[in-house]
């Protein structure tokens, strides 16, 4: 009686034991859960330009009036692998003394300062190591060196993929490899990465929240919006898709900046990148 007693006993201890234990495991997951899997974020200098009218973007405003613009890409360390946000102006535009200049005058003179590929490379990050890539959209100083990456995962609206292209073939290579959207997409399934679907300018354009551990979110604006005053202003240029889209995805953007307490990143506002850090330099 005494033994079966004494095994109760050490029956119970070891339950309440286990049960300790998991629930020390259960509060370890749902810190894990807390805990953002993006370790840093580097802005990489995907072009320099100059807009000749900027009224292109702001009908009726600013007439005649030129800006400097920039063109940026951002690649992000997540825990489970690294994310290409936009590629830029193709890299040979690199090569041109000159930069490319536009049919449009009132259209951006775009130069490449610096190449993708080496601003890669000093990071030590080979094309082959990036486990997924995608692009705001496919206008070509944000999807110019998307065959860089030959084998990596792209990740695009489906609306974008599938809207016909003027020179009447695909936006993307057929065997690249990817997966279409239809609305946002948790990149990593952690939350810490996700696309927002952001349609207007184009017809699949996207927009990206990152949550970095230190900085905290981050919406990456792609071209739902080209510069502050005209985010201010909620100004939608006259070549965009759609005007009342474009109209809806501003709301939305700022809907999730408000619920994320996220701050903007506007790709094409110089004054903005100004004074954010460049790679090497990262954020976290
Ligand atoms: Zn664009």
Redesign the pocket.
Known sequence: MKTARCRFALAASLAVCLCAAEAFMQSAAAQGADKSGVERLYILNCGEGVAGDISRWSPGVNVGKSMDFVDNCYLIKHSQGWFLWDTGLADAIAAMPNGQAPADPRMTHWRRPKTLAAQLDELRVKPADLKFMAVS?T?P??AGNVEMFPQTMLLVQKAEYEWPSPLGVGRFKAEHPVTKLDGDHDVFGDGSIVIISTPG??PGHQSLLVKLPKTGAVLLSG?AVHFKDNWENRRVPENNDGKDSSSVSMQRMADVMVKEKAQLWINHDKAQRDGLKMSPAFYE
Do not use: E, F, G, L
Request: no cysteine; glycine share 0%; net charge negative.
């Open positions: 959209h206008h100083d944000h300018h184009t071209d």
